[in-house]
């Protein structure tokens, strides 16, 4: 039986066209032909876009603090956090690749302007308070480092904004190309940390196990409710319902299970390898 074409798709209560795709200047540019591994291959990359934005001051922040004070006890926090954020990251990638939508858009056509008019300007204050953090952050590093003023920080922290557009521009591989080397120096960083510091790996894995104590102890619970705050963003989802779009994985039914299983896997294993 043969499907309508996604725009005119009825999904409850979309029945406006979809409008103009998130990203379009690079949306469907990135080919996923050929064999089975090159087709998987073809879709890594969003993922590692999405870790980035969980690899952010008040995340590190959280998790150093929970560490210092409280020793181990707060990894089933950080894990459980983890878990909702792959969670929530499949099934924003479902959501793109079933309707062609991205969150923004779905939020646009499944709710009334009073209820979609509060969640964009909620997304936009969130993009906001992250980006203070960021910007801030990137600054104070660059101070510790190389002991740049940081009012020169912040500066450079913006222009670093022409250099996305840049690669974007040139290719939207090119970013993700990037993006995955910044990981990459990142993972390498915390692996010599973590052999520096030659944690109790005991101690460690009982940090795993679920404990009322976090409920009872009102700063842990504080602290607790950081991690999570801090793990779980929902620009995000946003992002990752618009780059996984990049892939010009097709209409059918077949080719969209295929995109969504290999987009699961790449956003899963890139969330868990940044997992503080």
Known sequence: MS???????????????????????????????????????AFLGPGYLVAVGYMDPGNWATSVAGGSKFGYTLLVVALVSNLMAIILQSLTARLAIASGRDLAQACRDAFPRIVALPLWLLAEIAIIATDIAEVIG????????????????????????????????????WLEAFVIALLAI??????????MADPDWGA?????????????????????????????????????????QTRAYGDSLPEKRQALRFATIDSTVALMLQAP
């Not at 920080?153 to 939207?172: C, E, H, R, W």
């Not at 894995?205 to 102890?217: D, L, M, S």
């Open 3 to 41: 499907r309508p074409p996604t725009d005119s798709f009825d999904l409850g209560q979309w029945h406006a066209p979809r409008g103009e795709a998130a990203l379009s200047d690079v949306n469907r540019t990135i080919s996923v032909q050929g064999s089975a591994f090159r087709r998987f291959a």
């Open 138 to 173: 990137t600054a104070i590093g660059l101070n510790l480092l190389f002991g740049l003023p940081l009012e020169i920080g912040v500066v450079i922290t913006a222009l670093d904004v022409f250099l996305i557009l840049y690669l974007q521009k040139k290719g939207f591989r």
């Open 186 to 195: 990142i993972a390498a960083a915390f692996a010599i940390q973590i052999a």
């Open 204 to 244: 460690v894995i009982r940090g795993f196990a679920p404990t009322v104590e976090i409920v009872k102890n009102p700063e842990m619970l504080y602290l607790a409710l950081g991690i999570l705050g801090a793990t779980v963003m929902p620009h995000n989802l946003y992002l990752h319902s618009a780059i996984v």
